[in-house]
């Protein structure tokens, strides 16, 4: 009886220091000591990322741990460690949870839709019975449907307000109303309350319908949203539905001035948004479980991939002389050795966590887990030395005075570029071509006259650089891929804006398969290059950003994170 006694005594104490033993995992987080606490430090880096919200939420939480109790702990520690169960922390993810996760995220919850327009509702009765029929017929999908009155005037400062919260929005806008003028244009409506929605709503759940327009013929159409995302690009990037249609005052309006196409992207748009749902954000501690879930998932298959790092990248230093060893080989004009650090993450680990990405990595520390190891290991990355290649099948001395540009920018920060070299492309079948093993390329810049073979990049008929440019986009990755468009013979700004313009809407998958895309006149003179500075600006701020980015590319292992990542949208 006095064992049993004694034995009830210490469970007491073990759950009584049940607060103190999460408290002291919350501080060992920071540090990296436990395996709680790097799962910790992810979730936090991540939510980071969210909306304030997150941070008022996880207040909350953090308040309810309870304090004061330390030197009681300290001493109950010693007495029931043989007696009492360890208590498991409930924020630390484990398999069951990851399985339970995986179906919780992608379980469609149903939604609340808010049909906003600042103009009368009955403008958008037609659209609002059309969801309630779809609400009929897919319950699971949708429940309840509802207008929100937006103001007509100072819509920038309109806040949702807390009584009258929004779930999925769609934002109704009548080209009767005042124009077709959403974002970037002059005098846009929603330039500013548009990012507003986003950072409160969630891209994923916001749509966009301009309506009212009254030729709905299928060329027109297409040729209309051709326009609306090439002059309006904004609605595009904070929206994940964009629709352009006639009337929408009654439903029988909606089924034949709407395209049938646009009714199937506003259902797809609405199943989407039902992966969203609102307890994902209402419950921060589920957030935070399922980010680490997805973090420890992705550890483990990038590991089953091949994705680890070497391990100069757990922190370890690099001796000079295997440093200065440059792979890429010297230039042919003036330049200078120097080392490639070797990178400490993937880029998918910081597109994860992009808001860490130039932090500095300390040392692993002895005694740590291995998953504190794994965590370590993929840190954000130190910036390296890049090497630079101008490639073009023209003769060198076209770009010559490009060279030397870059040859000046090598000597003015020699911490950013190892080195600056030309390479030779073959001027016919260059879609064979490809670089040597040996003597791969790191970061590229590749240059294309006007006058060599005319404006032909992608797209369009006797394009040259196709099939070549994705084969770049896959072996050196898209954020180490800058072109360059040159020999213009009219390099007036405005001119020149509105070549580079009808290049974006005519050839798209240029700027899809390439990071920087700069038009100029011509780079023939050492001294005297037609290029503005702001272009010049542009270059040097692409080549920064590629110092982040691996010397090898990690292409498999970055397509399997945004399928990843896609299961979670």
């Known amino acids: 009886m006095e064992k049993n006694s004694e034995e009830m005594q210490g469970n007491g104490e073990g759950n009584e220091t049940d607060g103190t033993k999460e408290e002291e995992n919350m501080r060992a987080a920071d540090s990296g000591d436990t395996e709680n606490g790097v799962v910790q430090n ?52 484990t398999e069951k949870d990851g ?8 379980k469609e919850i149903p939604v609340s839709i808010s049909v906003c327009t600042s103009a009368y509702d009955f403008n958008v009765q037609g659209i609002v019975y059309f969801l309630r029929d779809i609400m009929k017929d897919h319950p699971e999908l949708i429940k309840e449907v509802k207008v929100h009155a937006l103001p007509y005037n100072d819509l920038d400062h309109y806040k949702f307000p807390k009584e009258n919260p929004v779930d999925v929005m769609l934002l109704c806008h009548s080209i009767n109303n005042r124009g077709f003028r959403i974002t970037d244009v002059m005098d846009a409506l929603y330039d500013e309350y548009l990012p507003y929605c986003a950072r409160v709503v969630g891209k994923n759940k916001m749509g966009v319908i301009v309506h009212d327009f009254d030729d709905m013929r299928e060329t027109v159409q297409s040729s209309r949203m051709s326009s609306f995302r090439y002059k309006q690009p904004k609605a595009f990037e904070t929206t994940s539905l964009q629709i352009t249609c006639g009337h929408i005052k009654e439903k029988e309006q909606v089924l034949e001035q709407m395209q049938e196409v646009d009714r199937e992207k506003l259902l797809e748009f609405l199943k989407n948004a039902s992966k969203c749902p609102e307890e994902m954000v209402a419950n921060p501690s589920l957030l935070k479980k399922a980010y ?35 792979g890429h080989g010297q230039t042919k004009k ?44 993929h840190s954000s990355p130190s910036p390296r030395r890049i090497s630079i290649s101008v490639c073009s099948s023209a003769y060198e001395h076209n770009v010559e005075g490009f060279m030397s540009k870059l040859t000046k920018l090598l000597a003015a920060q020699p911490h950013m570029i190892a080195d600056v070299r030309f390479r030779s492309l073959p001027y016919n079948d260059i879609d064979s071509f490809r670089f040597p093993s040996n003597d791969p390329v790191d970061v590229m810049v590749l240059c294309h006259s006007v006058q060599n073979r005319g404006f032909s990049i992608t797209n369009v008929l006797n394009a040259l650089y196709e099939k070549y440019l994705q084969y770049c986009h896959d072996v050196i990755g898209k954020k180490k891929l800058a072109l360059i468009v040159h020999d213009f013979s009219d390099c007036k700004p405005k001119i020149l804006n509105a070549r580079i313009e009808s290049f974006r809407r005519l050839q798209p998958l240029t700027f899809e ?29 692409f080549f920064e950003r590629a110092r982040f980015e691996p010397k090898n590319n990690t292409a498999d292992v970055r397509s399997l994170m945004k399928s990843l990542r896609g299961m979670f949208k």
Not at 99 to 106: A, G, P, R, S, T
């Open 334 to 377: 003036a330049t200078s050795g120097g080392s490639h650090q070797t990178l400490q993450a993937s880029v998918d680990e910081r597109e994860l966590n992009p808001s860490r990405e130039a932090s500095p990595i300390g040392q692993q520390r002895p005694g740590t887990s291995n998953l504190a190891a794994a965590a370590h290991t």
């Open 42 to 93: 992810v979730a936090d880096g991540i939510k980071a990322e969210g909306p304030e919200e997150f941070e008022e939420l996880n207040a909350t939480e953090d308040n309810n741990i309870p304090q004061g109790k330390t030197d009681q702990t300290d001493a109950s520690n010693s007495e029931v460690s043989e007696q009492a169960e360890p208590v498991s922390n409930p924020d630390t993810p």
């Open 99 to 106: 399985e339970d996760l995986f179906e919780y995220v992608i």
């Open 513 to 541: 398969l390439v990071d920087t895309v700069i038009g100029c006149g011509s780079l023939e003179v050492p001294g005297k290059i037609e290029m503005r500075d702001e272009d010049m600006t542009r270059l040097a701020i």
């Open 292 to 326: 680490s879930t997805l973090y420890l998932f992705c550890e483990s298959v990038k590991a089953q991939v091949g994705g680890s790092q070497d391990s100069t990248s757990e922190g370890s230093s690099v001796h000079r002389s295997e440093a200065e060893r440059n």
